[in-house]
């Protein structure tokens, strides 16, 4: 028989055996964890399944894979566009700048003139690039509605006809309502941020009285269930359940060594003043008698120093805020408009030791942040007993007080919001975004 040059035919008997070799092969690849197709998509969109369909390798175990609607134009991007009109009374167009980090400060690298309002959109520039997302909403625990809640009540807040103000929220219910990711729990593995006081969102739908320019977003049905991740929670409201998350501070690093130099840098500062306080009266607040008090207390004090809050003064100005809290042992954190206070978290970002008059204004506002016993890295003083308060600061030991520091310096990179520009990594530890998500994922497993 003539011989084929080139190649050979392969006998019969051998045929079989090699191809149920290759297909026991191809099932233990296709079997391996590891193993994974991914299919190219310059703009993910979540009614495409086929995206990404793992988690990455470099996503922290104790956080579960995460999934973000990717929510048409109306909801978020065309407002910011419009930011002129974001709050009726303040121009919030240098503060949207940025993905939300607002404008840079001069000669300090990472720092940025950061609105206490701007939450809600660097949780979501952080969560865009973290790697425990996911495309496919099919391998999703949790949920994320990248929706800015607080900028959207804050917009509308002075318009008359209710129907027109609450529009967008019921337009926003309306479009999740259409995938079945919303409907699978209910919308308990679901979240979404709003970096204003939730109260805003929580009008009854049977008004009575004056309405403060509030919206009914968070008491629609279909939002019921949702987490609420605030920086001031209605702790007399039950649903939806609400979590705090801090405010934003003025520090956004990129490295783990930025964050680790700022810790030493606060950790050997000079501190002349055995206590500062920031803020003006409030007569309209509720605790407008408790400033007043801490204001006189302090400008008669030689141990204390003192920025009265007006406007146009420099509490708007971060370098002077840093650098009074900076050279203080103590900052003075009473409550002003709502219980809670963005100067909280000033005070951790700069090592000062908080004082509270208010249980609210921290201890039952952010248990996801804070350590849990609350007089190792701060002063809780009764209203009753404010006229003692420099007393009392006086008897805490220098040992005591350097003790408190430490915690207060060890807290700074829970309450930080990474730049969302940082690279995984560059970043050897957990900020509010990662906390976050750790949290929810314990909660979800819970309600499994």
């Known amino acids: 028989m003539e011989k084929h040059k080139g190649f050979h035919f392969i006998s019969p008997k051998c045929i079989i055996p090699l191809l149920l070799a290759s297909f026991l092969w191809i099932i233990v690849i296709l079997s391996n964890p590891n193993f994974h197709v991914q299919l190219i998509s310059s703009s993910p969109n979540h009614n495409d399944t086929s ?49 939300g980090l607002g404008q840079p400060i001069p000669q300090r690298p990472s720092w940025y003139v950061t609105s206490e309002a701007m939450s809600e959109l660097l949780f979501h520039a952080r969560a865009e690039t973290h790697p425990c997302r996911v495309y496919d909403p099919h391998i999703a625990r949790i ?10 009540v804050s917009s509308v807040k002075e318009e008359n006809n209710l129907t027109r103000r609450d529009a967008t929220g019921v337009e926003l219910a309306a479009y999740l309502s259409k995938f079945p990711s919303f409907h699978q729990q209910g919308g308990l593995d679901h979240f ?70 700022w810790q030493e840098t606060v950790r050997h500062m000079k501190r002349t003043h055995l206590f500062s306080y920031i803020g003006g009266v409030r007569l309209w ?42 050279q203080s042992h103590f900052c003075l954190q009473p409550s002003g408009d709502s219980p809670t206070r963005r100067a909280v978290f000033d005070s951790v970002l700069t090592g000062c030791i908080p004082v509270f008059f208010s249980k609210d204004t921290a201890y039952n506002q952010y248990p996801w942040y804070l350590p849990k016993h609350p007089d190792a890295w701060s002063v809780f003083i009764e209203p009753d007993h404010i006229n003692q308060l420099e007393k009392v600061l006086k008897r805490i030991p220098e ?19 990474v730049h969302p520009n940082a690279s995984r990594d560059e970043i050897r530890f957990w900020d509010v ?13 819970l309600a499994a």
């Not at 996503?59 to 974001?86: E, K, T, V, W």
């Not at 949920?143 to 959207?152: E, L, M, R």
């Not at 005591?400 to 919001?417: G, L």
Request: charged share 20%; aromatic share 10%.
């Open 51 to 99: 995206t990404v369909p793992y988690q990455s390798p470099r996503c922290n175990i104790d956080i579960a894979p995460f999934y973000i609607y990717d929510l048409p134009d109306q909801f978020n991007a065309a407002r910011l566009r419009r930011c002129h009109y974001l709050h009726p009374h303040m121009e919030m167009c240098g503060f949207v700048a940025n993905r």
């Open 143 to 152: 949920f994320y509605i990248p929706f800015y809640t607080g900028q959207y």
């Open 285 to 326: 607040s509720m605790s407008a008698d408790i400033r007043s008090k801490l204001l006189k207390l302090c400008k008669s004090s030689d141990h204390c120093a003192v920025i009265e809050c007006e406007k146009g003064t420099v509490c708007y100005e971060p370098n002077k805020i840093m650098d009074l809290m900076t």
């Open 192 to 261: 979404l941020i709003m970096g204003s006081r939730t109260w805003e969102g929580l009008r009854s739908e049977n008004l009575t009285g004056t309405d403060f320019g509030t919206n009914r977003i968070l008491r629609l049905p279909e939002l019921s269930n949702l987490t609420i991740l605030t920086v001031d929670s209605d702790l007399y409201v039950k649903q939806p359940v609400q979590m705090g998350i801090p405010y934003p501070s003025y520090f956004h690093p990129s490295t783990s060594d930025e964050m680790v130099s």
């Open 399 to 417: 040992k005591k007080i350097k003790q408190m520091r430490e915690v207060v310096i060890e807290m700074i990179p829970r309450v930080t919001y």
């Open 433 to 445: 975004v990662d906390v976050a998500l750790a949290e929810l994922t314990k909660q979800v497993k």
